[in-house]
């Protein structure tokens, strides 16, 4: 059958056939030569990188080994600061779910007239980069700074409290700093929601909660997976946030990679660091995405239970 | 019951109010404090005062760091325009061998943590200039490049965004009553997503404009983009001098929002 629409075709097709594809394939070979040089071609010299010799004074040695990884990973100073980095963005994640849930939903339900209002005030922010937010946060959590100043006229602290450099400051500056894409993201799903719905849960006499717990928020997974996944991932790569708000008492993957470079030339272990780094939010994301759609779609499954 | 009602919806405005404030503040008060007559940061503050507005004029690292950061994000947007429209019509428009794979590349630079990006470039470029005996790292090319790189997913997607939303039988229509593919593309098809395009050119501006890590290896010393040149000053203090640079900073990126907004609407966008 095939062969004989082969035949069939006529030559002419064929030849305006290989015209049109050589076309589209002029259009889009700007953007991937582009992106071959100036991105995947360095990002592989980089990965080849950590498998050469650091060579204390020169540059390095090219070779194949595996010893900067096995420093990486052996090195108790290092394992601390990933562990810190995903212990951090786990949290940052969570808080910023709880937090953005809330005003997503309120925000799906608005007119659409307010609703494009809040939401320049949502996406601002993120457009602004993070070094000003970050200033910002300083301005908040420093020793003369608004919280230590409001908390000592209320009485509650005697003296300034020590906030900047610590994890607290740091998750909930990242929460703060990642939530407008957990907003939107989650916006975009419970939109869909069909209001009736809720209607019609309540009119069968469900409490809020049971509304929540049982239709909006199964109805909301994909919402909160990719929201979630996305909101990881930036916080995993955060370089300006634990850099400013953290100091080098909190130091997280991406400072520690990039003073690596800077500070001490170990392109080596810096192509290590980088590898993991990127390996390990792959990896979570992926086991994480398993496990979540899994269990929605065994909830589903089970959804007449009450 | 109707009491119970109205007083769990103040609530839910209050606290969709806070958080959205928790959001927000920060930004707030960077541009609070840029007026604060007293250099030392206390609240509530001594005074106000504008002339830290004044101040910024005679610093030469940050009006060059401008100049700088305005150069290399107009060169970006233009160039990140140009091959990504040319990627979106080829995307959308042609049957293409290995489009999915296309389409993951242009989108790729979002996944890799930048800061590592603009590492990976550095070092390629430090060995690329040793073979070729040219000045590639620092550059004003490579620099350019580089935050192309970083804008490429933004126009890419908006722009695609748009050829797949509209209706390719108005192309058709224009070709059956005699005009060229080329010639209804150019007076059909272009008219229609100009408003995409436009988002697109804004927004590749506004992330190149505002993003710090891909720089941070690129640049010469004492000639850097202004995120860096902020970062920098914030890592020993903030006052209201580098509040006053913020704030001109968040009315620049606030005025070109507001703009793409009008253009696109940006619930359309995110």
Redesign the interface.
Request: proline share 5%; hydrophobic share 55%.
């Given at each position: 059958m095939q062969r004989l629409n082969r035949i069939e075709r006529p030559a002419q097709h064929d030849h305006l056939m290989r015209a049109?594809?050589l076309?589209?394939?002029?259009?889009?070979s700007?953007?991937?030569l582009?992106?071959t040089v100036?991105?995947?071609?360095?990002?592989l010299?980089?990965v080849r990188?950590s498998f050469n010799q650091f060579v204390p004074g020169e540059f390095m040695k090219t070779a194949w080994t595996l010893e900067n990884y096995i420093k990486f990973l052996s090195d108790p100073y290092y394992l601390r600061v990933l562990l810190r980095t995903i212990v951090i963005s786990v949290t940052s994640t969570v808080l910023a779910l709880v937090?953005?849930f809330?005003?997503s939903y309120?925000l799906a339900r608005l007119r659409k007239r307010w609703?494009?209002l809040?939401?320049?005030?949502?996406?601002?922010?993120l457009?602004?980069?993070?070094?000003?937010?970050?200033?910002?946060?300083?301005?908040?959590f420093?020793q003369?700074?608004?919280m230590n100043?409001l908390l000592l006229s209320f009485g509650a602290i005697s003296s300034p409290l020590q906030i900047l450099q610590t994890p607290f400051a740091v998750t909930v500056v990242l929460a703060?700093v990642v939530?407008?894409y957990m907003i939107?993201t989650l916006q975009a799903v419970i939109e869909k929601i069909q209001p009736d719905l809720e209607e019609a849960a309540r009119d069968l006499g469900a409490s809020t909660w049971q509304v929540f717990r049982l239709v909006i928020f199964p109805l909301a997974m994909p919402g909160i997976l990719a929201g979630t996944l996305l909101v990881f991932?930036l916080c995993?790569?955060a370089?300006?946030t634990p850099?400013?708000i953290g100091g080098p008492k909190v130091l997280m993957m991406?400072p520690a990679?990039?003073s690596q470079?800077?500070d001490v030339s170990n392109?080596p272990l810096?192509g290590a660091m980088?590898v993991v780094?990127?390996g390990v939010t792959l990896a979570t994301s992926a086991l994480y995405s398993r496990i979540l759609s899994r269990k929605y779609i065994r909830s589903f499954e089970g959804g007449t239970r009450v | 019951m109707r009491f119970g009602l109205r007083v769990s919806r103040y609530f839910?405005y209050g606290?969709?109010t806070a958080?959205?404030g928790?959001?927000?503040?920060?930004?707030?008060?960077?541009v609070w404090?840029s007026f604060f007559s007293q250099q030392?940061?206390?609240?509530p503050p001594k005074g106000y005062s504008l002339a830290w507005y004044q101040n910024i004029l005679n610093q030469k690292n940050f009006i060059n760091a401008f100049i700088l950061s305005f150069q290399v994000a107009l060169a970006a947007t233009a160039i990140s325009m140009?091959?990504?429209l040319?990627?979106s019509?080829?995307?959308t428009?042609?049957?293409?061998?290995g489009k999915s794979t296309?389409q993951n590349?242009?989108l790729?630079?979002l996944?890799?943590?930048?800061?590592?990006?603009g590492?990976?470039?550095y070092?390629?470029?430090i060995?690329l200039q040793r073979m070729m005996g040219i000045e590639l790292v620092p550059s004003f090319m490579v620099l350019v490049?580089?935050h192309?790189?970083i804008t490429?997913p933004w126009t890419?997607r908006l722009i695609t965004a748009g050829l797949i939303g509209i209706n390719a039988e108005l192309e058709e229509a224009a070709m059956d009553l005699g005009a060229s593919k080329w010639r209804a593309f150019w007076r059909i098809t272009l008219p229609i997503i100009r408003p995409s395009i436009v988002a697109a050119g804004i927004f590749a501006f506004?992330?190149s404009f505002?993003?710090?890590?891909v720089s941070?290896?690129l640049v010469e010393p004492g000639e850097s983009t202004i995120?860096i040149e902020?970062?920098n000053y914030?890592?020993w203090k903030?006052d209201p001098t580098?509040?006053a640079v913020?704030t001109v900073?968040?009315v620049i990126?606030?005025i070109l929002?507001?703009i793409a907004?009008r253009v696109v609407?940006?619930?359309n966008v995110?």
């Amino acid at each position: 059958m095939q062969r004989l629409n082969r035949i069939e075709r006529p030559a002419q097709h064929d030849h305006l056939m290989r015209a049109e594809r050589l076309r589209a394939v002029s259009l889009v070979s700007p953007a991937t030569l582009l992106l071959t040089v100036m991105f995947i071609l360095p990002l592989l010299v980089f990965v080849r990188f950590s498998f050469n010799q650091f060579v204390p004074g020169e540059f390095m040695k090219t070779a194949w080994t595996l010893e900067n990884y096995i420093k990486f990973l052996s090195d108790p100073y290092y394992l601390r600061v990933l562990l810190r980095t995903i212990v951090i963005s786990v949290t940052s994640t969570v808080l910023a779910l709880v937090l953005a849930f809330p005003v997503s939903y309120f925000l799906a339900r608005l007119r659409k007239r307010w609703k494009s209002l809040l939401i320049i005030i949502v996406v601002f922010p993120l457009l602004l980069g993070n070094v000003i937010r970050a200033m910002g946060w300083i301005a908040v959590f420093s020793q003369a700074g608004l919280m230590n100043r409001l908390l000592l006229s209320f009485g509650a602290i005697s003296s300034p409290l020590q906030i900047l450099q610590t994890p607290f400051a740091v998750t909930v500056v990242l929460a703060a700093v990642v939530m407008p894409y957990m907003i939107l993201t989650l916006q975009a799903v419970i939109e869909k929601i069909q209001p009736d719905l809720e209607e019609a849960a309540r009119d069968l006499g469900a409490s809020t909660w049971q509304v929540f717990r049982l239709v909006i928020f199964p109805l909301a997974m994909p919402g909160i997976l990719a929201g979630t996944l996305l909101v990881f991932v930036l916080c995993m790569n955060a370089y300006a946030t634990p850099l400013l708000i953290g100091g080098p008492k909190v130091l997280m993957m991406a400072p520690a990679l990039y003073s690596q470079i800077q500070d001490v030339s170990n392109w080596p272990l810096g192509g290590a660091m980088a590898v993991v780094l990127i390996g390990v939010t792959l990896a979570t994301s992926a086991l994480y995405s398993r496990i979540l759609s899994r269990k929605y779609i065994r909830s589903f499954e089970g959804g007449t239970r009450v | 019951m109707r009491f119970g009602l109205r007083v769990s919806r103040y609530f839910s405005y209050g606290a969709v109010t806070a958080i959205l404030g928790f959001v927000l503040a920060p930004v707030v008060l960077v541009v609070w404090i840029s007026f604060f007559s007293q250099q030392l940061i206390l609240f509530p503050p001594k005074g106000y005062s504008l002339a830290w507005y004044q101040n910024i004029l005679n610093q030469k690292n940050f009006i060059n760091a401008f100049i700088l950061s305005f150069q290399v994000a107009l060169a970006a947007t233009a160039i990140s325009m140009i091959i990504g429209l040319l990627a979106s019509i080829g995307l959308t428009r042609f049957r293409l061998p290995g489009k999915s794979t296309l389409q993951n590349l242009f989108l790729s630079p979002l996944v890799v943590p930048v800061i590592i990006t603009g590492m990976a470039m550095y070092i390629f470029f430090i060995r690329l200039q040793r073979m070729m005996g040219i000045e590639l790292v620092p550059s004003f090319m490579v620099l350019v490049l580089a935050h192309v790189i970083i804008t490429i997913p933004w126009t890419v997607r908006l722009i695609t965004a748009g050829l797949i939303g509209i209706n390719a039988e108005l192309e058709e229509a224009a070709m059956d009553l005699g005009a060229s593919k080329w010639r209804a593309f150019w007076r059909i098809t272009l008219p229609i997503i100009r408003p995409s395009i436009v988002a697109a050119g804004i927004f590749a501006f506004i992330f190149s404009f505002g993003n710090l890590e891909v720089s941070l290896m690129l640049v010469e010393p004492g000639e850097s983009t202004i995120p860096i040149e902020i970062l920098n000053y914030v890592f020993w203090k903030v006052d209201p001098t580098i509040a006053a640079v913020a704030t001109v900073k968040i009315v620049i990126t606030g005025i070109l929002m507001l703009i793409a907004d009008r253009v696109v609407g940006l619930s359309n966008v995110f």
